[in-house]
Each structure stands twice: as C-alpha cells, then as structure tokens.
C-alpha cells in the first residue's frame, strides 16, 4: 500500500491545519490507519489511529481534545484535523496503515511539515 501526506504548512499558536493522507494499492477498509510526529531530536511518536471500520479511535494524551483523525473508506483517505495548534506541535507528520492481524504499523507515506509559531 502507498500513502501519500498533505497538508502541512505553518500557522500561529491556536490555528488550525487539516492533513490529509491518500492511500492507494491496497485494500484501505482492511487497514488500521494512524499518524505519528518526529519532532526535532526525539523519537518518533504516536498521535493517533482509527480502526478500519471508522469506529473506535485512539490518541495520545498530548493531543486529545486538539487533533481529530476521520477516515473516508470510499474516498481511500484518513484526515487530521489540528485544532488550536501550540509550538510543541511543529514536528514532521507521517501517516502509516496497519494491515488487520498485523502488529505493527508497517507502511508509511514520506512526512509533511507542521510548523507552529508563537
């Protein structure tokens, strides 16, 4: 399966910012679908996941209450929504697909930019 990330940019404290992954060579319904962040000089983390039915949905505690992650199952794409942004947020976003039965997140699209002012 192929992912592909959009929608990074820069934005003040407070914006907002919609990413957007498209996913195609694959079957997507059969896929758990998350994002992660690289912030400068840390590890790769977590920041969300959907189940493959767009049902159940997980996030780390940094962003509950911020972040929203959708999936459209016809369309072939999940969605991060980014609300009330703060500096800490910057960081490269990936999206990644986890094939159901599967333990780890094994395809990731190449990252988009999220830069956050002050």
């Known amino acids: 399966v192929q992912l592909q990330a959009s929608g990074g940019g820069s934005v003040q404290t407070g914006g907002s910012l919609r990413l957007s992954c498209a996913v195609s060579?694959?079957?997507?319904?059969?896929?758990?679908m998350g994002w992660f962040r690289r912030i400068s000089g840390r590890e790769r983390e977590f920041v969300a996941s959907?189940?493959?039915?767009?049902?159940?949905?997980s996030y780390a505690d940094s962003v509950k209450g911020r972040f929203t992650i959708s999936r459209d199952n016809a369309k072939n794409t999940v969605l991060l929504q980014m609300n009330n942004l703060k500096p800490e947020d910057t960081a490269v976003y990936y999206c990644?697909?986890?094939?159901?039965?599967?333990?780890?997140?094994?395809?990731w699209g190449p990252g988009t930019l999220v830069t956050v002012s002050s």
């Open positions: 060579g694959g079957t997507f319904s059969s896929y758990h």
């Open positions: 990644a697909a986890r094939l159901i039965g599967s333990v780890e997140f094994s395809s």
């Open positions: 959907q189940r493959p039915s767009a049902g159940r949905t």
